[in-house]
């Protein structure tokens, strides 16, 4: 007999079947929660070329994505949105757009954002913003809170909206009364009204990232400390006492180490072996809450002393590093060749002795460290320079990037942070700890309070770095003062770096991190003979081992034969009683 099944009964039987598929299969439930947003970023320049400023883009769109792709508006094919989840457009310049990009932008279903110029070609999806004139303005507020930013006068694109927009942020002259809209979002659009991306406007801007990406969670900041320039003729008695009020904090920190110091008027070379008590300090210092960042191999290039030269970027030319040091010659130029593609070829001959220097440096510095049980779980810059071909070759030897970062090869000091953690694509999937706080100059008296006024800047961002360096030679009565500002910060997670994912993977030297030790595996045979001063340096050590062992080996006889000799004594008397 066949039973009829009962409504109720269908919409269990629906809903278990439902709840066994996922089951088997949670990636069916995870997929959207754990889908990592897909990005394009179509640019429009006056050359056609991508810059410094669609780098600096990259800084922070990289905090939400790894998946982030940077293509000319005139190159973008419909086929190039098919999978994207968001589309950022960046009118560096005003331009007449294709017709065919219009459409698209019509067509596109996903999140948008519009920077700067061109806005009105885009189709009837910004028709709620309407371009008007320049304004100058000198402080952006973020309209849904209290955060207000101070920054360098400037012009924005004033813009009229249409009712039903949400102002996200508002743009004013200090003590005036009138504002204007500058970041505004109607559904999933959203246009920002600078033509350039600034470092000291940004930080609001990368707040309001979180709006577009739709990013919720609580204001926690992450933080460190740097102690910078530690080589071998670093004096070890302030390094130990500033590790000491760390380790009496429970703060972790870093020490950026340069392996190798140059005398550049004798050219002689220093090294650990050469600092027995530093590389002891250093030695404790990993073991207690201190990790070791490789800062170059010598910090310095042609006759620069080290610590004040560059090493990835030659200064001189003002260009990467395509010929050895004492060679002397002048970079061509795009319109010294008849072709682009000649100009290509000739940049692709110099980044063969580039790629070969880099590595050369890289695996030099991380074997120097290690020959002394010194382990670096993330790289810095000498200065911060290097090119865009050297993060590239860098990304294959470290996972972790920390400091500024250089964002063009035509200038070196065109150079910026980020107001947050990164991952931007030109690191080629390094993680950036941005430093965002500076330092302290010796020369400025007042160097504490203008670096701790940085924090309220930096804090505009939910996730903004607090992070800042110190040279240990300015002594640790100096460190404390600015220990003790650090120390009043609230919401502050200090990064131990032994306590997150990072790997290191030199020619000789393998590092990685898990569950707070650092794990190595190192050809010491390699790296012990490679030079003459680690041989001595361990000759010197098994020789001093033999000896303190000879020593106490020398003192049980001693002791025995004088207890021997009393021994024989008291019974000769014992005797003779």
Known sequence: MKKK???????????????????????????????????????????????????????????FTSDIQFMNSDNVKKSDLTTTTHLVYFGQTAKLLPAELTKMMEEYEGTILAIGYNSEQLGSRFAFVKPLNEVTINQLQKKTTDKTLDIPEINAVEIEVSDGTEVLINGSMRGEE???????????????????????????????????????HDEIYPGYIRLEDVHPLTDPKPLKEIALMLKEKNIPYMVAVIPIYINPITGKRTTFADS??????????????????LHGYTHQYRASETGE??????????????????????????????????????INELKVYEREYTETKINKGIDELAKYGLYPLAFEAPHYTMSQYGYEILSGYFSTYVGQVQISDKDWEIMSDAPYITSPSFLHGMNLLPETMGYIDPDDENAIQNLMGKRERIRVARDGILSAFYHPYLGSEKFKELLNELDQLTNVSWIDLKKTNVWVNGKNVSIHTENGEI???????KIIYSSWDALIYYIGQIVSLVA??????????????????????????????
């Open 5 to 63: 099944l009962k409504r109720n009964e269908i919409w269990v039987y629906i809903i278990l079947i439902c709840f066994f598929t996922i089951l088997q299969n949670p990636s069916v439930l995870a997929a959207k929660e754990i889908e990592e947003p897909k990005v394009l970023v179509i640019y429009t320049t006056k050359d056609g070329e991508l810059n410094h400023e669609q780098r600096y883009l990259d800084l922070l769109i990289s905090h």
């Open 178 to 216: 009138r504002s204007y809209p500058i970041m505004v979002g109607k559904r999933e659009s959203y246009y920002y009204g600078f033509d350039n991306i600034d470092s000291s406007r940004a930080t609001l801007f990368a707040e309001s990232l979180h709006d577009v990406f739709n990013i919720e």
């Open 276 to 293: 027995p008590e530093l590389l002891k300090v250093l030695k404790q210092i990993q073991k207690d809450g201190g990790s070791i960042i």
């Open 309 to 346: 030269g560059f090493e990835f970027w030659d200064v001189e030319n003002n260009s990467p590093i395509y010929f050895p040091e004492h060679e002397k010659f002048k970079l061509k130029e795009l319109e010294d060749f008849s072709t682009r593609d000649e100009y290509i070829a000739y």
């Open 519 to 525: 794990i190595t595996d190192v050809n010491r045979y």
């Open 548 to 577: 303190w062992i000879l020593v106490g080996i020398g003192s049980i006889a001693v002791c025995m034969f004088i207890m021997f000799t009393f021994h024989f004594i008291k019974k000769n008397k014992q005797i003779e009683g």
